[in-house]
C-alpha cells in the first residue's frame, strides 16, 4: 500500500509549529544571519554581478545605453506568460531568475519611465497629464 500524506494535515502542523515556536525560530534566523553575514553579502553581490553583468551586455533596447547605474529590467506585457511578475532580485534562484528575465526585456530609466508612461496612456488615460 502507497504511503500518502494528508498535505493539508501537514500543512496545518507546518504552521502550527511556527505559531508555537515564533520567537525561537526568529532568534536562530536572526543568529544565522549575524553568524553569515559575509557569505550572505558575498553571495547577493554575485548574483547582483551576474545581473549588472547581463544588463551592460544587452544595454538599453530602446537608446542603447550601457550605462549599468541606470539599466533596468522592464517586464514586457507582450512576453508574459501568465505566471506572476515577480521582482528580479539577486536573492531569486538561477531557474527562477532565467524565467523572469525571460519575461522582461533591458532599458535605462529613462526609456523605462516613457515606456511605463506609454502603457499607462494605452491603459488607464485618466490618470495620465496629458492625451495621445
Ligand atoms: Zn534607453
Redesign the pocket.
Known sequence: MWYTIDMNKYQARHKQYHIDNREKLNARSRQWRIDNRDKQRNHILSRLAGLYWYKVTKG??????QDYRTLELDHVPELADGTPRRTVTGMMQPDTLAHELAKCEV??A???SIRTYMRRLDNRPEICYTSK
Request: glycine share 10%; aromatic share 0%.
Open positions: 538599453c533596447a530602446d537608446c542603447g545605453s532599458v535605462c529613462n526609456c523605462h
